[in-house]
């Protein structure tokens, strides 16, 4: 297996593998190839894509504002899971993202998505329950629930 960035070049791959995992959650504006490029341009250090024999198997997207890395669409194929991929992607990105000078990481997966939630607890992720997550939506969009 190899883990390498991500690039745009990915995209179709990627959208694809997004959506053979079930509890992942995507819009059509920065899900988008566009909104994804976007997101690439602004974080090329901490967004991988894993393959084997030339096929993408797994994928992370990490960005950062300065203070705090944020993780967005982990995804591994479903019939390639369980054999470290997932944990080598977030490997990465938290090197990449500590050499950037980025001490702490957060991410949100929905409460529906058990795979996920038992995926960042084995990883160390806590779950927070002092805080409540808010967000406004400034440009209308489709939800793409998978």
């Not at 053979?20 to 690439?40: A, P, R, T, Y």
């Amino acid at each position: 297996m190899n883990i390498r960035k991500m690039k745009i070049s990915d995209y179709e791959q990627v959208y694809s593998l997004w959506l053979s995992c079930k509890g992942m959650g995507l819009n059509d504006l920065d899900d988008s190839e566009e909104g994804i490029e976007k997101f690439l341009n602004r974080n090329p250090e901490t967004c991988f894509a894993a393959e084997e024999d030339g096929k993408l198997v797994g994928t992370i997207i990490a960005g950062n504002d300065g203070r705090r890395g944020y993780i967005y669409h982990t995804a591994v194929l479903p019939n390639f899971r369980g054999r470290g991929i997932g944990t080598e992607l977030v490997e990465n990105t938290m090197k990449a993202l500590r050499s950037l000078g980025i001490n702490k990481a957060a991410l949100v997966v929905f409460s529906k998505n058990t795979d996920g939630n038992a995926f960042w607890e084995k990883l160390g992720f806590t779950e927070r329950n002092d805080i409540i997550y808010r967000d406004r939506i400034i440009t209308e969009m489709v939800r793409i629930d998978t």
